[in-house]
């Protein structure tokens, strides 16, 4: 049965797809050669899964149904991690993923009731190339989906025009920041390298356009979604 997500300065867009596409967040994940395969190629079976597209919409509001569709794969995620914990997840380890599903919970129903009657619908995930029952590639999908909330709050904020709305996203991407901090530290505890490779030579963390960003977990969400009316 299938389940909803609600239930559980920049380069040319060309370029930037480009560089980065789909490899970049397999390469982010860490996840194994053989599930890199399916992502790859999951954007073909994405498109058989359905015709109907879910558009985003414009302005303001189309930016936070973006940020809605983010929320909604997180909280989805780490909701399928604690029903289905991997082989010898600690106790510390058990706190600290539960503290994060909790808020991304909170995120995904604050954006839900912020939109109202404008909000998209639930979202279907597609976590198949993410084996729940293996610590590494749980916590290496993790850290995917946290550095790309990150990248994609830093993207999208130079788009919002209210600066309310700005304000509140400032607020969630500093705790998405927190989170990419601890799922790092427990793929490698105490490492020199905390940020991954998250953090350009001026020092600054990754910032990628709504277009990078959605091409990038479309393998993660059987619905299609467009963002073409999205502030550019």
Same mark, same amino acid.
């Given at each position: ?11 040319? =867009? ?30 073909? =079976?994405?498109?058989?899964?359905? *015709? ?7 302005? *303001? ?12 794969? =997180? ?26 599903? *909790? ?21 279907? $995930? ?58 790092? *530290? ?18 600054? =963390? ?24 999205? $502030?550019?």
């Amino acid at each position: 049965m299938k389940q909803t997500l609600t239930q559980i300065s920049e380069p040319s =867009e060309g370029a930037m797809l480009s560089k980065v596409g789909r490899r970049y967040f397999l390469r982010s994940a860490g996840v194994a050669a053989a599930t890199g395969a399916f992502i790859l190629g999951a954007c073909t =079976e994405q498109d058989l899964a359905s *015709d109907d597209t879910v558009n985003l919409g414009t302005g *303001d509001l189309g930016i936070l149904n973006y940020a809605y569709a983010l929320e909604q794969l =997180e909280a989805a995620f780490y909701t399928q991690v604690m029903m289905t914990p991997y082989l010898n997840m600690t106790d510390m380890e058990k706190w600290i993923l539960t503290d994060i599903r *909790d808020h991304e919970i909170i995120h995904r129903e604050f954006f839900k009731t912020a939109l109202g009657s404008n909000a998209i619908k639930g979202l279907t $995930p597609n976590f198949s190339a993410i084996d729940f029952a293996d610590r590494k590639s749980v916590l290496g999908a993790a850290k995917l989906f946290e550095d790309t909330g990150v990248a994609a709050y830093n993207g999208a904020g130079k788009l919002i025009k209210d600066v309310n709305y700005l304000l509140v996203a400032g607020k969630i991407v500093s705790v998405e920041a927190r989170h990419a901090s601890a799922i790092a *530290d427990l793929i490698n505890p105490n490492a020199l390298e905390f940020a991954g490779g998250q953090i350009n030579n001026m020092g600054l =963390e990754n910032a990628y356009s709504p277009s990078v960003i959605l091409s990038g977990v479309a393998p993660f969400i059987m619905d299609k979604i467009s963002g073409k009316d999205l $502030p550019r």
